[in-house]
């Protein structure tokens, strides 16, 4: 940017930032200059990646202790999607609004929750001339943020449901004009059910009204190319079949037609010429094949899943009569070392928990602090669970699982997205923290938390996803305040697909 302007006004400033409204003297044209001081704020700003987006960025760029992002007013050049919302769109508008909003949030999705937060809001999204939604980076940080939940799916239903019914939800009341396909999508981002926002993209292209409004698009151009194929390569059929010809068509469409001799006839000319003579006999022989491959593929399916079902149960009763007669033919202390590591494997690898808890484990990454107890009272699976007591007031964190980057069976998660999944129970209804850290050479390298609720009568389950690029071993605590006891079992760990 040039230094010839003027400073209209001062729209925004505190200790974080300063945020101006300036004029070009040259061109007149309006801008905003956006300047970010504060280090903490400048930490969770990506300028790459703001850049990538769909934005009104004039230009942008960082020194060692500052932000600076320029930008150029939306709301005389585009609609914003309040606005654009509100001008009764077809459903076919508004589900291409909502397929692009989702690619916004799948976009922004490595960036920091702070910054998703600020982006995904519907006073910062535009639409353009050409239906693309265009995001104004001219973004305000009242405070130091340290967000204890990450509201990108929370705040990307409350989109979906403003475009198909023109409102927001307000304690979790949602509109009964909205079609159920929608409802759906938009019940599971409430409740973060999805990982990625592209998993919300699969499920609104998978529903039923999608597929009626865009389905019939595609399919239009391949009858017509295939129509215009038998057009140029069957020759003229001669006087006395061309009527007989025409009879057929009534019953056969030039797609059955076609496709029948590709797949029958090996797109020969001469057996083309019966199929035309004798087209209402073929049109019934087609519909009897179909009929019949599609009986033979149903009865082979059938089949396949009543043989896997009788393997498993006979695995299952083979495996328990041989442990049942290995017990009874042995005595204790007869077994060879082989036979006792592969208890040991099998042991550790019956309860989940035990493969990310055990003392071996903490003792090697050199962890002293609070840590759960073995439970073997209450559990969901396995033979135990892990439960944090806390017998006071105060907040209690407590170490439940530690992966260990240094081991090769772990190693391959590193720069990866991982899932970190559980079940959790308590004694009584409670809002809690998910904390994880990262450890690199003994020394925290990155943190991260989201909150969670568990509840005193069913064992409800815990997804978090998160990418560790460099780290000797993630602890992932659980963390609450009051008196309270909160289990944990069904630990599992590993890179989301």
């Not at 409004?213 to 151009?221: D, H, K, L, M, V």
Request: proline share 3%.
């Amino acid at each position: 940017m040039n230094n010839n302007y003027k400073i209209v006004r001062t729209i925004f400033e505190n200790v974080f930032q300063r945020v101006l409204e300036c004029k070009d003297n040259d061109s007149g044209e309006i801008f905003y200059s956006n300047v970010i001081t504060s280090q903490k704020v400048i930490n969770l700003i990506n300028i790459e990646e703001l850049r990538a987006i769909p934005s009104n960025i004039l230009e942008s760029y960082n020194t060692e202790d500052r932000i600076y992002i320029y930008t150029k007013p939306l709301k005389t050049e585009y609609t914003g999607l309040r606005e654009y919302s509100a001008k009764n769109l077809t459903l076919k508008h508004q589900f291409n609004l909502a397929e692009k909003v989702i690619e916004l949030a799948q976009n922004i999705f490595n960036m920091t929750d702070v910054v998703q937060q600020k982006i995904l809001d519907l006073d910062r999204l535009y639409v353009d001339e050409n239906d693309k939604v265009v995001v104004d980076c001219n973004l305000v940080f009242e405070q130091e943020y340290d967000i204890a939940d990450n509201e990108t799916f929370k705040r990307l239903g409350n989109m979906i449901h403003y475009i198909f019914s023109g409102t927001e939800i307000v304690d979790y009341n949602i509109s009964d004009t909205i079609p159920p396909d929608i409802l759906k999508i938009i019940v599971r981002c409430l409740t973060r059910e999805y990982i990625f926002p592209r998993d919300v993209l699969a499920e609104l292209k998978g529903s039923p009204i999608f597929a009626m409004i865009f389905g019939t698009e595609t399919i239009a151009p391949n009858k017509t190319a295939l129509k215009a194929i038998i057009q140029d390569e069957e020759t003229k059929p001669s006087d006395s079949s061309t009527e007989a010809f025409e009879h057929a068509s009534q019953e056969q469409t030039p797609d059955d037609k076609s496709i029948f001799d590709i797949y029958v006839n090996d797109n020969n000319p001469k057996s083309r010429k019966k199929i035309k003579t004798s087209g209402i006999v073929l049109g019934k022989e087609i519909k009897r094949a179909v009929l019949s491959i599609a009986i033979v593929v149903l009865v082979l399916l059938l089949g396949n899943m009543i043989i896997k079902k009788l393997s498993n149960t006979q695995e299952v009763s083979a495996g328990g009569n041989g442990d049942t007669a290995g017990e009874q033919g042995k005595t204790p202390g007869t077994e060879s070392p082989e036979q006792n590591n592969t208890d040991d494997s099998a042991s550790s690898i019956a309860d989940s928990t035990e493969m990310y808890f055990n003392d071996k484990l903490i003792e090697k990454i050199g962890y002293t602090g609070e840590k759960v107890k073995i439970d073997s009272d209450i559990y969901v699976e396995g033979k135990n669970s892990l439960v944090a007591e806390n017998t006071g007031d105060g907040k209690l964190k407590s170490l439940f699982a530690v992966v260990d980057f240094t081991d090769e069976k772990f190693s391959y998660m590193l720069k990866k997205q991982i899932g970190i999944s559980a079940k959790t129970k308590s004694e009584k209804d409670v809002e809690a923290l998910i904390v994880l850290e990262a450890y690199k050479g003994g020394v925290l390298t990155s943190n991260f938390h989201t909150s969670v609720k568990v509840y005193d009568d069913m064992w409800s389950q815990v997804t978090v996803p998160i990418n560790v690029t460099d780290a000797d071993s993630l602890n992932i605590y659980i963390e609450y305040q009051g008196q309270n006891k909160v289990w944990i079992d069904s630990v599992f760990i590993d890179v989301i697909k």
